[in-house]
């Protein structure tokens, strides 16, 4: 894989990521149990961060330690075959604390003028 498609690949993690924390924002926990789109789309939004870590090359991960892509391939994992099981305090735990975190470090890689 080429550097431009790793950069590809971390824009998408980084502009899905921001996108979920943006649709959480002003929102409580309890939304996700009462708005069906919104638990569509934070999920759905989750499940690309993942896809994205996970078609990341090895050796381009190894350049990122403080980026936790375990966790992130392994939620994905959970939200795709997992899906009738999903804990959504453990959701919102990630969009509100874990993505904003997740954001910043991306922010400091992903060159701000790299397209998709």
Do not use: C
């Amino acid at each position: 894989m080429s550097r431009h498609e790793t950069i590809v690949r971390l824009r998408h993690m980084l502009d899905h990521a921001r996108e979920a924390v943006a649709m959480a924002a002003g929102k409580k926990r309890d939304d996700i149990d009462t708005d069906r789109k919104l638990n569509l789309a934070l999920v759905r939004l989750l499940e690309v961060v993942g896809e994205a870590a996970s078609r990341t090359p090895t050796d381009e991960r190894t350049q990122y330690p403080d980026i936790p892509w375990a966790q992130i391939v392994g939620l994905r994992n959970r939200l795709i075959h997992g899906y009738d099981s999903v804990d959504f305090d453990i959701l919102w735990q990630i969009v509100t604390h874990d993505l904003p975190l997740l954001v910043v470090a991306l922010e400091q890689i992903v060159p701000s003028n790299s397209g998709t």
